[in-house]
């Protein structure tokens, strides 16, 4: 794919994510439709489908034959395409269905299987994040960073919990605690696209989290390499986007935050109980 065609992808991108967001404005604080996807913890709103609705739209009208990815209505086009957008509308339900404002719209587009571009909008702070493979990463049209922090003890870190927390002992638990204890502190976001952007721009220096998937994940990689980080899996092998599990640094804390989380162990007590 040319610079060329990677710069008119990211423009449709961007395009998307703020038709998304001009719906996640406008549910804000008026929304009739809280509904639990099967648990009271895993929710979903009108705004949900609704910013769905437009994000497509947008898609259909500039690339009707790229395959897609969305979150709320699934899969959709031809399986063999090498182009794949992976759509979250709302990311940080949770934290939208609370009032309380952290939550992005994520539209990244997988090539050949890898994320090539991305677009983040948040629509409470109005900020938007974007990249491009080999274009730079940028927050409101200015290239960002990661940050310089060498040093685990003086790092802001971030993570999340998965909706299936309760029934996995894999469930994030020992590795917070763990992170906690070493960083100056371990953010939960709520939204791990915002996750994914802060440490793009320099506000957090790493973030690790299991359980996610393309949808969280495909806009917010872009931007962290694009920044100038480094994103693999907990091992340091090749990141894959659908194995659901991600470590994002700023490559300065990299290996130490890999080889922490390669030696914790789960808490027993927050095991589920076998049956
Ligand atoms: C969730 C958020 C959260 C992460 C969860 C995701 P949603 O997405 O990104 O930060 O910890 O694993 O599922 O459900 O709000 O779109
Ligand atoms: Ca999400
Ligand atoms: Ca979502």
């Not at 913890?41 to 259909?60: P, R, S, Y």
Request: charge should be negative; proline fraction near 4%.
């Amino acid at each position: 794919m040319t610079p060329t065609e990677r710069q008119r992808l990211l423009e449709i991108a961007t395009e998307a994510a703020l038709a998304g967001g001009a719906v996640l404005q406008h549910y804000w604080g008026r929304l009739k439709q809280v509904e639990e996807k099967g648990r009271a913890d895993n929710l979903v709103t009108e705004a949900d489908k609704a910013a769905e609705v437009e994000v497509l739209a947008v898609l259909q009208r500039h690339v009707p034959e790229h395959a897609i990815l969305a979150e709320e209505s699934g899969a959709r086009g031809r399986a063999e395409s090498d182009y794949l957008w992976a759509i979250d509308p709302l990311d940080g339900t949770t934290n939208y269905a609370h009032q309380y404002p952290f939550s992005a719209v994520s539209v990244g587009l997988l090539f050949q299987g890898q994320p090539v571009v991305g677009a983040i909008f948040d629509p409470f702070h109005k900020e938007l994040f974007r990249a491009a493979q080999g274009l730079g990463a940028t927050r409101d049209r200015q290239p960002i960073h990661v940050s310089d922090t060498t040093d685990l003890a003086r790092s802001l870190l971030v993570t999340g919990f998965a909706y299936d927390r309760r029934e996995t002992a894999d469930n994030n638990y020992a590795e917070f605690c763990h992170f906690t204890h070493l960083s100056q502190g371990v953010r939960r976001g709520g939204a791990a696209s915002l996750d994914l952007a802060y440490v793009a721009c320099g506000r957090l220096d790493g973030y690790w989290e299991r359980g996610l998937s393309p949808w969280d994940l495909a806009a917010g990689v872009v931007l962290v390499k694009e920044a100038g980080g480094k994103v693999t899996a907990y091992d340091q092998s090749p990141f894959d986007i659908f194995s659901g599990r991600i470590l994002a640094t700023n490559g300065h804390l990299h290996d130490s935050m890999s080889q922490e989380l390669n030696r914790i162990k789960p808490l027993s007590q927050f095991a589920p109980v076998p049956s």
